[in-house]
């Protein structure tokens, strides 16, 4: 039988997907525990057993996609053939990045979600930009 973490893990994995299809749709404002619950098919107990608040899983969505999108980028910077190349393949994972996603998202996160949005930016200019910079 699975231990309890695994299954922990699992489900946070599951609401935190549920989440981003309806987040990067309709934007994070709009979008209430209930209507993830619903998407899911899971009651909203469920979603606080694993997340307390809606920060906390906006938060953990932001946290796994900059990771996910930081592998991605390593990636591009290991394998790209020269500097043009790179920046031609970051260029092109950043319109992907950006066209799967309602811009209203970008603006709630902001706007009602500072410190997870402090984190986005950072990754972006820090980690992103800071690369091709030295790379120039």
């Known amino acids: 039988m699975p231990h309890t973490t695994s299954l922990l893990a699992g489900t946070k994995e599951k609401i ?13 404002k709009s979008i209430t525990m209930d209507d993830i619950a619903s998407h899911l098919g899971i009651s909203k107990k469920t979603i606080y057993h694993a997340f307390p608040d809606k920060d906390s899983l906006v938060s953990a969505l932001i946290q796994r996609d900059i990771k996910t999108n930081q592998k991605e980028f390593e990636e591009i910077f290991l394998n790209a ?12 994972k950043m319109t992907e990045v950006f066209s799967n996603c309602n811009p209203v998202m970008y603006y709630d ?11 986005f930016t950072e990754f972006k200019e820090k980690f992103i930009l800071g690369h091709v910079e030295r790379s120039i």
């Open 16 to 28: 935190i997907e549920g989440a981003r299809e309806l987040f990067f749709r309709n934007g994070m």
């Open 81 to 92: 053939s020269n500097l043009v190349d790179e920046v031609f393949l970051i260029m092109k």
């Open 109 to 119: 996160l902001q706007k009602f979600y500072p410190e997870t949005w402090k984190i």
